[in-house]
């Protein structure tokens, strides 16, 4: 019998299709995601700001986070919580790199 909690790695994008320091929206049945370039990573997190459910991909990155488009809200983009003076969290993904392929896991929790 499979795991159920087995990771469900699927292949979202080339490696260099998304430019340094920005975030791209992706869908995956009723989930949408926002995949983000760091340069020498790259993270993933649900698109909907806890806050008002503003569209983190294209938010503005500085360092391992992004600010919300809508009301500024800051986003870890490593944790998934809120930053500066805002509540709630995004649930983040597991991101691996293989043969120049971004795999995301969808299955985590």
């Known amino acids: 019998m499979p795991d159920p909690k087995a990771a469900s ?7 260099g299709t998304i430019p340094l320091r920005e975030g ?3 869908k995956f049945g009723d989930k949408e995601l926002a995949l983000f370039n760091l340069g020498d990573t790259y993270l993933a997190v649900d698109n909907r700001c ?26 870890d983009l490593q944790t ?5 003076g805002g509540e709630g969290k995004v649930r983040c ?5 293989q043969n120049n392929k971004i795999f995301l896991d969808l299955s985590s929790q």
């Open 9 to 15: 790695w699927q292949a979202v994008a080339d490696c």
């Open 24 to 26: 791209r929206r992706l």
């Open 50 to 75: 806890p806050h008002r459910q503003g569209p983190l991909a294209d938010g503005i990155v500085a360092g391992t986070s992004v600010f919300c488009p809508l009301h500024n809200l800051r986003i």
């Open 80 to 84: 998934g919580c809120a930053m500066n």
């Open 93 to 97: 993904y597991p991101v691996k790199l």
